[in-house]
């Protein structure tokens, strides 16, 4: 019989809500959609819809799940989508990287065809982008991740040529590839976008990493942009940070700091800029089963980072929530402390750069501090000096234009 060296994954679905797991199976899943949705490598959650995901397929098209329930299977027959057709063979509708947008579009990326740049509108037209005029799409190996600048610019990553950006406003294209004069990149390999709160694109490759600290002029007439690598201190001699490693995935949190999954090392922890790593887990020093570690995935109300990885799913309670829109929902935890409790209080429901002040009950101050993403961490203690005592300790919470306040209390018991 004939072999098969790459054949087509057929998986079902899970979907963890609070602490339940809802399970689709395969089979189930191809007979509510009447199609056959394999190779799933990329799940986007509609950002004004929770209960609205699409999941692309590196085979068949565009899956759209609503409330757990597989909806339809986008793809030649029902949609704008087309197969692509390589010398006169069927090389399907092989999708990956996606995102919204702020007008509630999902652009994602097309492989191996001309019109490889997607636009799915909230109405349900698919409207479609020729990349042929910077790339040949043919030649290229596969288009991959894809990042929305804060301005509405689309990025994507790609095997054989760097990383795209178009700019739907203009519509333009620019690259930028490996090396010195052609964009810095140290691999044509791209495999994982993110822009930070400060509208910076950091970029994965397959041997390092780059940052991109002007995406506004990356379509300038005339100009190829140039990325930049991070340049730390090891022992007062300069290195480049996680130089030849095998990026796969990067995610920022509530507090602008970076998660950076590896292939071989496990998952970095960065401070906003890069300068500082804050956390590294590994095989050897963490629940991780594996140092291949796929993607990273952010829950911004709760802090919880998702590591998954070659050998399985692990979790990680961070503290970086995203931060609230006012301090109506500002509380503590745990509340009360109480006796044989040695870690963190968390203090949850911050807007962006709120000042949290924490005083006794005589108006003796103890703590402060000004947020970065929506919460802030309270050893406990007097300025680091010693575990205060037991008793109330109100906290003050004053928004950046000191226009909302909001007053909480923490009970601690020794």
Same mark, same amino acid.
């Given at each position: 019989?004939?072999?098969?060296?790459?054949?087509?994954?057929? %998986?079902?679905?899970?979907?963890?809500?609070?602490?339940?797991?809802?399970?689709?199976?395969?089979?189930?899943?191809?007979?509510?959609?009447?199609?056959?949705?394999?190779?799933? =490598?990329?799940?986007?959650?509609?950002?004004?819809?929770? @209960?609205?995901?699409?999941?692309?397929?590196?085979?068949?098209?565009?899956? !759209?799940?609503?409330?757990?329930?597989?909806?339809?299977?986008?793809?030649?027959?029902?949609?704008?989508?087309?197969?692509?057709?390589?010398?006169?063979?069927?090389?399907?509708?092989?999708?990956?990287?996606?995102?919204?947008?702020?007008?509630?579009?999902?652009?994602?990326?097309?492989?191996?065809?001309?019109?490889?740049?997607?636009?799915?509108?909230?109405?349900?037209?698919?409207?479609?982008?020729?990349?042929?005029?910077?790339?040949?799409?043919?030649?290229?190996?596969?288009?991959?991740?894809?990042?929305?600048?804060?301005?509405?610019?689309?990025?994507?990553?790609?095997?054989?040529?760097? +990383? +795209?950006?178009?700019?739907? *406003?203009?519509?333009?294209?620019?690259?930028?590839?490996?090396?010195?004069?052609?964009?810095?990149?140290?691999?044509?390999?791209?495999?994982?976008?993110?822009?930070?709160?400060?509208?910076?694109?950091?970029?994965?490759?397959?041997? /390092?990493?780059?940052?991109?600290?002007?995406? /506004?002029?990356?379509?300038?007439?005339?100009?190829?942009? $140039?990325?930049? &690598? #991070?340049?730390?201190?090891?022992? /007062?001699?300069?290195?480049?940070?996680?130089?030849?490693?095998?990026?796969?995935?990067?995610?920022?949190?509530?507090?602008?700091? !970076?998660?950076?999954?590896?292939?071989?090392?496990?998952?970095?922890?960065?401070?906003?800029?890069?300068?500082?790593?804050?956390? *590294?887990?590994? !095989?050897?020093?963490?629940?991780?089963?594996?140092?291949?570690?796929?993607? #990273?995935? #952010?829950?911004?109300?709760?802090?919880?980072?998702?590591?998954?990885?070659?050998?399985?799913? =692990?979790?990680?309670? /961070?503290? &970086?929530?995203?931060?609230?829109?006012?301090?109506?929902?500002?509380? &503590?935890?745990?509340?009360?402390?109480?006796?044989?409790?040695?870690? @963190?209080?968390?203090?949850?429901?911050?807007?962006?750069?709120?000042?949290?002040?924490?005083?006794?009950?005589?108006?003796?101050?103890?703590?402060? $501090?000004?947020?970065?993403?929506?919460?802030? +961490?309270?050893?406990?203690?007097?300025?680091?000096?010693?575990?205060? *005592?037991?008793?109330? %300790?109100?906290?003050?919470?004053?928004?950046?234009?000191?226009?909302?306040? !909001?007053?909480?209390?923490?009970?601690?018991? *020794?």
């Amino acid at each position: 019989s004939d072999f098969n060296p790459y054949p087509l994954s057929r %998986y079902g679905i899970s979907h963890l809500k609070d602490t339940l797991w809802n399970n689709i199976h395969y089979e189930d899943l191809s007979a509510a959609v009447g199609g056959e949705p394999t190779d799933l =490598v990329k799940v986007t959650i509609n950002p004004e819809n929770q @209960n609205e995901v699409f999941m692309s397929s590196f085979e068949k098209g565009l899956l !759209k799940i609503v409330e757990d329930t597989p909806t339809i299977l986008y793809n030649e027959t029902n949609s704008g989508l087309d197969k692509a057709i390589i010398n006169g063979i069927d090389a399907g509708i092989r999708l990956y990287g996606s995102q919204f947008d702020s007008q509630g579009n999902l652009w994602f990326v097309q492989s191996k065809i001309d019109e490889g740049l997607i636009k799915l509108t909230p109405g349900g037209q698919f409207q479609k982008v020729d990349i042929s005029n910077i790339i040949d799409p043919i030649s290229e190996l596969a288009l991959n991740k894809l990042a929305i600048s804060r301005d509405g610019s689309v990025f994507f990553g790609t095997y054989s040529n760097g +990383l +795209l950006g178009y700019n739907p *406003r203009t519509d333009s294209f620019n690259r930028v590839g490996k090396g010195a004069g052609a964009g810095n990149l140290p691999s044509t390999v791209v495999r994982a976008l993110a822009f930070d709160a400060q509208n910076r694109l950091w970029i994965g490759t397959l041997r /390092g990493l780059r940052v991109l600290y002007s995406p /506004g002029s990356f379509f300038d007439q005339g100009q190829t942009p $140039e990325s930049q &690598a #991070i340049i730390i201190l090891e022992n /007062g001699v300069a290195q480049e940070l996680l130089y030849e490693q095998s990026i796969t995935d990067i995610e920022v949190d509530g507090s602008n700091n !970076k998660w950076i999954a590896t292939a071989t090392s496990g998952v970095f922890y960065l401070s906003q800029d890069g300068q500082e790593t804050l956390l *590294r887990f590994t !095989k050897d020093n963490s629940p991780l089963p594996t140092n291949n570690v796929q993607d #990273i995935a #952010i829950d911004p109300f709760t802090g919880v980072v998702y590591f998954a990885t070659t050998q399985g799913l =692990v979790a990680y309670k /961070g503290s &970086a929530t995203a931060p609230s829109d006012n301090l109506d929902n500002v509380h &503590a935890f745990p509340n009360p402390v109480r006796p044989g409790f040695y870690g @963190n209080v968390t203090i949850d429901g911050l807007m962006a750069r709120s000042n949290v002040k924490i005083t006794d009950i005589n108006g003796s101050l103890v703590f402060e $501090e000004t947020s970065e993403g929506g919460s802030v +961490l309270w050893d406990t203690t007097a300025f680091g000096k010693y575990k205060v *005592r037991s008793g109330v %300790y109100l906290v003050l919470v004053t928004s950046d234009d000191n226009l909302l306040t !909001k007053v909480a209390k923490i009970m601690i018991i *020794r």
